[in-house]
């Protein structure tokens, strides 16, 4: 079966009306309902004293429906009577102001008296629930993040400092303290780079963010272990943010979990647009079944419009659907939706479920519904296969934090510039995995590694290694830049990729927005291409081994290389000094495909996404329109529909807008 559900929360509503929820969702075809984990002044109304009555009633009227849970712990929205009673448990922000009550995430994550009420309310809730047969996982907490500034972080910083410098010296010389007199003679001198500090140390801001995503990853083990001291049977997760969440290292927030689940807003207040990119669920799928290579589930999948302060557009018909496809296109094995109803009181009046205020099931409900149907047809098949891919793209939580400290251009955003490069591959129907850079990455023909601004030697070898055996990878400007202490190197630029990449960056220039330098191509293949672009930052290159294969045409160093490819042991490695606009990558992604020979999944018009999911010889073709226009897609062989009628499909089929299939070869 597979799991398919919803978000629940029994304790906003009449108790009447529960099991008139729990037939509806069974009638959609919801096998699976996440519960509580906002719900501590309800589970524990006064300090020590424990009430799960209500909720075992609620667990029970949906078991009557075959409905099984997963259970929040609640501890991402403590009660007013444990905050009041110990303000100082409230977190401190960047800017250095003490957060007071009103919403949640308020807490500090390395507060011990928060430690010790968390340990007890979990422990009380695992001792009641650990054999109940209707529990199957745990959630803890709910969207980890935000980083805390009070003092108590700064001590517990000061501790982490100590175990991973072992010495001041050896810290006063990684982070370069000499500079504007910060030589540290007692580690309790050493500050929170909190906005009435200034502009940090970059090694201290870089040590400061590697210690508050660490916090967070303390945090939840804590949790977690109080779990599986008391249960093997259940699994625990924990819901992400997907590739744009950028404050915790994912890599290390889910070695531990049993799996990844995220939350998934296609659109939302906050990105307020009519039109969406389907490449930015695309890659957050990617970047979720990257961090332990296996499914994932969705936690909270878009239920209708969301909103706060204001109402998001609604998502038009077939929207719900294509969404919740997408994701199982990448790698879901499990989708929940957010929320059941929509709330009438509280911040999110307007993020809405799937029934409205009312309770009336509507479009959207309906629309889910069929999708539940159809699960329940294909979804076994669809369990057993798993995404395989022939791309890699590096992800790196240190490049990525300290492009957070140092930007280095107005216009870089090292998110965007990822996104930018995976559309391109996405775009052409091309299967993209998201890794850790110290992966082995002996299984792709190509890796793309958007800026190693903070690199390791480890990595470095890890890349050499892999493009000596054969493989293809494609380095960045500012590559190279940083040692891990977030210091520059003292060595000729892109640094440990220098001889790797065959090239020496001999200077750079840093653009205005609105300053573009043109690129004219150097090599036969793309001797017709249009002409490159170069935006935000340009690397002036001299190639020693590497071969030229775009040059700039404008400004003092018209002539001089901007891309270069360089052949060492059996592959080759590709450093690109510029970022570029979307045709420039759409060029670059198409002669990268043909230089290495990796697999398109089915060509198709734009705004199809065909993406595969593979099971020994099996393999589920998912063609997703994202148009709101009828496409032709060209098939070449026969298929069948697994969500379909029976008869093959063959020739040139017309897809109706936001439509989905799941095609396999017909016999
Ligand atoms: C998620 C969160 C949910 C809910 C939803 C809508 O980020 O986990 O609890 O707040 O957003 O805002």
């Given at each position: 079966m597979y799991p398919f559900g919803v978000d629940y929360?029994?304790?906003?509503?009449?108790?009447?009306r529960w099991p008139i929820d729990a037939q509806l969702m069974a009638e959609a075809g919801f096998n699976i309902v996440r519960l509580a984990e906002f719900a501590w002044s309800r589970l524990e109304?006064?300090?020590?004293r424990f009430d799960f009555a209500w909720l075992d009633r609620a667990i029970e009227v949906l078991a009557a429906h075959s409905i099984r849970v997963i259970l929040g712990t609640p501890t991402a929205s403590p009660p007013p009577w444990l905050m009041q009673a110990h303000p100082d448990l409230y977190r401190v922000d960047d800017q250095g102001r003490r957060l007071t009550f009103?919403?949640?995430?308020?807490?500090?994550?390395?507060?011990p008296l928060y430690h010790d009420y968390t340990r007890a309310i979990v422990t009380a809730m695992v001792e009641h629930?650990?054999?109940?047969?209707?529990v199957v996982g745990w959630q803890i907490d709910n969207e980890f993040g935000d980083r805390c500034y009070c003092p108590v972080c700064r001590s517990a910083f000061q501790s982490w400092l100590q175990n991973r410098y072992a010495t001041l010296d050896t810290l006063n010389s990684a982070w370069g303290t000499i500079f504007w007199s910060?030589?540290?003679?007692?580690?309790?001198?050493i500050p929170v780079?909190?906005?009435?500090?200034?502009?940090?140390?970059p090694g201290l801001a870089l040590d400061y963010d590697r210690f508050a995503s660490d916090s967070y990853v303390a945090y939840q083990q804590l949790q977690i272990d109080i779990l599986r001291r008391r249960t093997a049977r259940q699994f625990v997760t924990h819901n992400l943010m997907g590739f744009?969440?950028?404050?915790?290292?994912y890599y290390d927030l889910a070695r531990s979990l049993d799996l990844v689940s995220w939350d998934n807003y296609p659109r939302t207040q906050w990105s307020?647009?009519?039109?969406?990119?389907?490449s930015g669920p695309a890659l957050a799928a990617a970047t979720m079944y990257g961090l332990k290579g296996q499914p994932f589930w969705v936690m909270e999948q878009q239920a209708g419009p969301g909103g706060w302060e204001l109402v998001s557009v609604m998502p038009r018909p077939g929207e719900l659907r294509l969404w919740a496809y997408q994701q199982i296109a990448h790698g879901a094995g499990g989708l929940v939706f957010f929320r059941w109803r929509t709330a009438?009181?509280?911040?999110?009046?307007?993020?809405?479920?799937?029934?409205e205020h009312d309770a009336r099931p509507g479009r959207r409900y309906a629309e889910v519904a069929r999708l539940g149907a159809e699960l329940r047809q294909a979804g076994e098949q669809i369990q057993e296969t798993r995404v395989e891919t022939q791309v890699a793209m590096l992800l790196s939580y240190d490049s990525r934090f300290a492009f957070q400290i140092q930007?280095?251009?107005?216009?870089?955003s090292y998110a965007e510039h990822f996104q930018a490069v995976y559309r391109a591959f996405h775009e052409r129907n091309v299967a993209v995995a998201v890794v850790d850079a110290?992966?082995?990455?002996?299984?792709?023909r190509l890796v793309l590694a958007p800026?190693?601004?903070?690199?390791s030697p480890a990595v470095a070898t890890n890349l050499e290694s892999y493009v000596r055996a054969g493989g293809t990878l494609v380095c960045f400007f500012?590559?190279?830049?940083?040692?891990e202490a977030n210091a520059v190197v003292?060595?000729?630029?892109?640094?440990?990729l220098a001889e790797l990449c065959g090239?020496?960056?001999?200077s750079y220039d840093s653009l205005p927005a609105g300053v573009e330098n043109s690129l004219e191509w150097g090599v036969p293949e793309l001797a017709h291409a249009a002409p490159g672009i170069g935006r935000a930052w340009a690397d002036i290159l001299t190639p020693g081994s590497a071969e030229v294969i775009a040059r700039y045409t404008?400004?003092?160093?018209?002539?001089?290389?901007?891309i270069t490819r360089n052949r060492y042991g059996s592959g080759s490695a590709v450093y690109i000094g510029t970022i570029g606009d979307s045709a420039t990558h759409a060029t670059l992604a198409d002669w990268l495909i043909a230089q290495t020979g990796v697999p398109v999944a089915l060509t198709a018009p734009a705004g199809v996404e065909v993406t595969a999911r593979n099971h020994g010889t099996r393999r589920l073709l998912f063609v997703l329109n994202h148009t709101e226009l009828p496409q032709e897609v060209k098939l070449g062989r026969a298929y069948h529909n697994l969500i379909g009628e029976p008869t093959p499909l063959e020739g040139t089929l017309t897809l109706a807008p936001r439509d989905v299939l799941i095609l396999e070869k017909a016999e």
């Open positions: 929360y029994p304790e906003h509503w009449p108790e009447e109304p006064q300090e020590g009103g919403n949640r995430r308020e807490y500090c994550p390395n507060h629930y650990a054999e109940h047969a209707g910060h030589v540290y003679t007692d580690w309790s001198q780079p909190a906005a009435t500090g200034g502009s940090p140390n744009k969440y950028d404050k915790i290292n307020f647009t009519a039109g969406i990119d389907p009438r009181y509280g911040t999110e009046q307007y993020w809405h479920g799937l029934l930007p280095n251009n107005p216009g870089y110290t992966a082995d990455l002996s299984g792709y800026p190693l601004y903070v690199l500012r590559s190279g830049v940083k040692d003292n060595r000729p630029l892109p640094g440990l090239v020496d960056v001999t404008q400004d003092y160093y018209a002539g001089q290389p901007a």
